[in-house]
């Protein structure tokens, strides 16, 4: 689910404008300080959801480290665009390590791995990502220069937009 968010403050003085009541050849003055130039923040939320699975965890007393930990939930694919099923194993006593992704429609495999515990430590396990955020900020320092006198003839305008990624 992407939620997109904008709004539109003051360049000079961070107040927020309300843009309704601008006409296409004219702004409204900030009504703190008076200037036209504003930013524009895009705000993009992606959230994804969280399901229920299980999850079991093996620990023997007096031990930090569980024995066995194994579990079974949805996890979104970023690759395949949406949620999959994942199967992890770590199994400390047996030294194994396994792994499996698959399309819960289709029951197709998208990524199986099994192999000793020791040897997938040195792999950097991806982390889990369920929250994404993004934030944008363009600014829009667009200036208004009135046309002639008697009003014909076209406004000019100097715009200038950029986009900064935060
Ligand atoms: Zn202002």
């Known amino acids: ?4 968010e904008d709004s539109t403050e003051c360049s000079k003085c961070g107040s927020l404008i309300d843009t309704s009541k601008d ?3 004219e702004r409204v003055p900030c009504q703190k300080c008076g ?3 504003r930013s524009h923040m895009v705000h993009i939320v992606e959230n994804l959801l ?8 093996g620990k023997r007393p ?3 480290k569980p024995f066995v930990e194994e579990m079974s939930m949805p ?18 006593d047996n030294d194994k390590y396994a792994e499996k992704v698959s399309d819960y429609q289709s029951g197709e495999i998208i990524h199986q791995c099994e192999e000793p515990l020791t040897e997938h430590f040195g792999h950097g ?3 889990h990502k369920i929250y994404k955020e993004k934030k944008y900020k363009i600014f829009d320092n667009h200036r208004l220069h009135s046309g002639p006198a008697n009003g014909a003839g ?3 305008r100097n715009v200038s937009v950029g986009i900064k990624e935060k």
């Open 154 to 156: 076209p406004v000019s």
């Open 50 to 57: 969280a399901v229920d699975g299980y999850g079991a965890i």
């Open 35 to 37: 200037s036209i130039s």
């Open 1 to 4: 689910m992407t939620k997109i």
């Open 23 to 25: 006409t296409y050849s």
């Open 125 to 127: 396990s991806a982390k």
């Open 62 to 64: 007096g031990k930090k």
């Open 75 to 92: 996890e979104y694919s970023y690759s395949k665009g949406k949620i999959v099923h994942k199967y992890r194993l770590i199994d400390r």
